[in-house]
Nanobody, 118 residues
C-alpha cells in the first residue's frame, strides 16, 4: 500500500489561485489511478480530476478550464492547479490512489481545506 499527504490549501479571495500537491510514498507513475476529490460543507464528496498510470486525465465539468491536474516527477506529486476560484470551490480537497495491487480500494490522504471568500 501507499501513504498520501496533501498540502497547499488555504484561504483565497474569489478569482484567486491555489496549487495543491498530493505527495505519494510510491512512484506516482506505477499507480493505476490517482484522483483529487472534494467535499463541500453539507454536500457529498465529488471527483475533481484524476490521472491514470498512462497519463490520461479526466476533469469534472464544474472545474474544467479552471483547474489543471499534472504530475511532478521530481517531487513525486500529483498537483492540482486551481485558478479563477469561486466561493463554490470551498471544500476539503483530498487525493486518493487506486491500484489493482491492493484490490482497487482507494487509499486516502488526510485532506487539505480550501476556503474561497471575500
Amino acid at each position: 500500500q501507499v501513504d498520501l499527504a496533501e498540502s497547499g490549501g488555504g484561504s483565497v479571495q474569489p478569482g484567486g489561485s491555489l496549487r495543491l500537491s498530493c505527495r505519494v510514498s510510491a512512484s506516482i507513475f506505477m499507480i493505476d489511478v490517482i484522483s483529487w476529490n472534494r467535499q463541500a460543507p453539507g454536500k457529498q464528496r465529488e471527483l475533481v480530476a484524476s490521472i491514470t498510470r498512462g497519463g490520461s486525465i479526466n476533469t469534472a465539468d464544474s472545474v474544467k478550464g479552471r483547474f489543471t491536474l499534472s504530475r511532478d516527477a521530481g517531487k513525486n506529486t500529483v498537483d492540482l492547479e486551481m485558478n479563477s476560484l469561486e466561493p463554490e470551490d470551498t471544500a476539503v480537497y483530498s487525493c486518493n490512489a487506486r491500484d489493482s495491487r491492493w484490490g482497487g480500494v482507494p487509499i486516502w490522504g488526510q485532506g487539505t481545506r480550501v476556503i474561497v471568500s471575500s
